[in-house]
């Protein structure tokens, strides 16, 4: 399985744009790269998976270099209800997927 | 559709005791994890169910954590002689051919 690297905290004021890298420098060929966000009390959920360049959903747009060695979360003009944690994963659909510590993401007013 | 589902959604016992967790995966699913969580803490990986495959146990921290999968849908955690330190959010998640994992609502579990 690749390892992840992310940063474990960040913070952002509401309507700023907020960028999450992660690191996965060992990738390997049939890996997706897959990020989830958790609020308090709840359990992760989806946000967007790739595999490479950019992918775009109503909720944010992932960023694959073409060595595929790292990825960016982008999330437009952020508020206050986007402060969660945002995990990073990759593997295949083969591989369970285990979720490291997050980025804890703090949106101010 | 119905996502997953976990039950009970809060339990206290007391130490010694033993626990079920019971979780119920989206139909048709064919892989289960359970995590737990710690207040604060990130997810903590336990079980791993893939179809009809010997379940990954590499997570589970003492032999008194186990879970069986019936059927290949319903799961079961049971965490035999329960400690202070097994207090947590135990969630579920199964997950598609994609490897999308779709979490249940979690039980928190409080051991006094």
């Known amino acids: 399985l690749a390892k992840t690297t992310q940063p474990i905290s960040m913070d952002s004021y509401e309507g700023q744009e907020v960028n999450i890298t992660c690191s996965h420098n060992n990738i390997a060929t049939n890996d997706y790269i897959t990020w989830y966000q958790q609020f308090p009390s709840q359990g992760p959920r989806f946000i967007i998976q790739g595999y490479k360049t950019k992918v775009t959903n109503e909720v944010a747009s992932l960023f694959i270099p073409a060595d595929r060695k790292s990825s960016t979360l982008s999330l437009p003009r952020v508020s206050l209800s986007d402060t969660a944690v945002y995990y990073c994963?990759?593997?295949?659909?083969?591989?369970?997927?285990?979720f490291g510590t997050g980025t804890r993401l703090q949106v101010f007013p | 559709g119905a996502g997953v589902s976990q039950s009970p959604s809060n339990k206290v016992t007391e130490k010694g005791k033993d626990v079920e967790l019971r979780c119920d995966p989206i139909?048709?699913?064919?892989?289960l994890y359970w995590y737990r969580q710690s207040l604060g803490q990130g997810l903590e990986f336990l079980i791993y169910?893939?179809?009809?495959?010997?379940?990954?146990k590499s997570g589970l921290p003492s032999d008194r954590f186990s879970a069986e999968r019936t059927g290949g849908s319903v799961s079961t955690l049971t965490i035999q002689r329960t400690q202070q330190e097994d207090s947590a959010v135990y969630l579920c998640a199964s997950s598609d051919p994609e490897q999308t994992q779709y979490f249940g609502p979690g039980t928190r579990l409080l051991v006094l």
């Open positions: 169910f893939q179809g009809n495959s010997a379940p990954d």
């Open positions: 994963l990759v593997g295949d659909n083969t591989d369970k997927l285990i």
């Open positions: 139909s048709g699913h064919t892989a």
